[in-house]
Nanobody, 119 residues
């Protein structure tokens, strides 16, 4: 059983900052990708940022220069530092990770944490 637990969401004014955290636990080893998606009402899930076990990062164009993703491999944890937040960043943010499992790879998801940016 693999569980991802997120924390750090909330309400912030435009221009403010938030830090999201996510930790994976259970029968999971050698996590490859970790990252964050977001979904606002009526839209499909969008990749915000990802990071490999080696530290290679990738960002959506809409968050480049404002968000920073990092991870702690020893803790199976990933973080998203969000700065200069805009109302359009309002969404539910989902942590995910990709790791080996019997027969291949599995993608695991957190329950989501709400981020609301007021104008």
């Amino acid at each position: 059983q693999v569980q991802l637990v997120e924390s750090g969401g909330g309400l912030v004014q435009a221009g403010g900052s938030l830090r999201l955290s996510c930790a994976a636990s259970g029968s999971i080893f050698n996590i490859n990708y970790m990252g964050w998606y977001r979904q606002d009402s009526g839209n499909s899930r969008e990749l915000v940022a990802s990071i490999t076990s080696g530290g290679r990062t990738d960002y959506a164009d809409s968050v480049k220069g404002r968000f920073t993703i990092s991870r702690d491999n020893a803790k199976n944890a990933v973080y998203l530092q969000m700065s200069s937040l805009k109302p359009e960043d309002t969404a539910v943010y989902y942590c995910y990770c990709n790791a080996p499992k019997l027969g291949g790879f599995g993608t695991y998801w957190g329950q989501g944490t709400q981020v609301t940016v007021s104008s």
